[in-house]
C-alpha cells in the first residue's frame, strides 16, 4: 500500500512539471515573436571610403530600414575610439520608414584604418557593429 502511495505521489508530481512547460514555451514564442516584429535592415554593414587626406574629417553615413511591423528606436551608438564621433537618428522609427546612423572618423594618422561603430536598438537583442575603413594619406 506504501508503494502505491509513493508511486501515485510520483506520478502527480511528474505531470505537474509537465503542465508547468507549457506557459514558459508560450512566453519564449511571444518573445521570438515581439523581437521578429521590429527588424531592421542595414544597406550596408561594412564601408570602404578608399584614400582620405590626413587632418580633414570625413562622415560616413550608414543607413537602414524599419522592416517590422513595430517602431525602432536606436537606444545608443558607440565609436570604437576617441577619432569616430556618432550621431543618429533620435526619434522612434516606423515601419517601412528609413534612418541614419553617421561616423565621423578624424583622419589624424596616415596608413591604413579600420574602426567600428556599435549600435544598440529596440529591435535586436544583439548590439550590430558596423565597419568603416579606409586609408589616410
Given at each position: 500500500?506504501?508503494?502505491?502511495?509513493?508511486?501515485?505521489?510520483?506520478?502527480?508530481?511528474g505531470?505537474?512539471?509537465?503542465?508547468?512547460?507549457?506557459?514558459?514555451?508560450?512566453?519564449i514564442?511571444?518573445?521570438?515573436?515581439?523581437?521578429?516584429?521590429?527588424?531592421?535592415?542595414?544597406?550596408?554593414?561594412?564601408?570602404?571610403?578608399g584614400?582620405?587626406?590626413?587632418?580633414?574629417?570625413?562622415?560616413?553615413?550608414?543607413?537602414?530600414?524599419?522592416?517590422?511591423?513595430?517602431?525602432?528606436?536606436?537606444?545608443?551608438?558607440?565609436?570604437?575610439?576617441?577619432?569616430?564621433?556618432?550621431?543618429?537618428?533620435?526619434?522612434?522609427?516606423?515601419?517601412g520608414k528609413?534612418?541614419?546612423?553617421?561616423?565621423?572618423?578624424?583622419?589624424?594618422?596616415?596608413?591604413?584604418?579600420?574602426?567600428?561603430?556599435?549600435?544598440?536598438?529596440s529591435a535586436?537583442?544583439?548590439?550590430?557593429?558596423?565597419?568603416?575603413?579606409?586609408?589616410?594619406?
Amino acid at each position: 500500500m506504501k508503494i502505491i502511495r509513493i508511486s501515485m505521489l510520483i506520478l502527480a508530481l511528474g505531470l505537474m512539471s509537465f503542465s508547468a512547460i507549457a506557459p514558459v514555451k508560450s512566453l519564449i514564442s511571444k518573445s521570438v515573436e515581439a523581437a521578429a516584429e521590429g527588424t531592421i535592415v542595414w544597406k550596408a554593414e561594412t564601408i570602404d571610403v578608399g584614400q582620405i587626406p590626413q587632418g580633414t574629417p570625413k562622415a560616413i553615413v550608414y543607413e537602414f530600414k524599419n522592416t517590422g511591423k513595430t517602431a525602432v528606436v536606436i537606444t545608443n551608438v558607440q565609436g570604437s575610439c576617441g577619432c569616430t564621433a556618432t550621431d543618429y537618428t533620435k526619434e522612434p522609427v516606423l515601419p517601412g520608414k528609413s534612418a541614419k546612423v553617421t561616423a565621423t572618423y578624424n583622419a589624424a594618422n596616415k596608413g591604413g584604418f579600420t574602426k567600428t561603430v556599435t549600435v544598440t536598438t529596440s529591435a535586436e537583442t544583439t548590439p550590430k557593429i558596423l565597419t568603416l575603413k579606409g586609408t589616410v594619406i
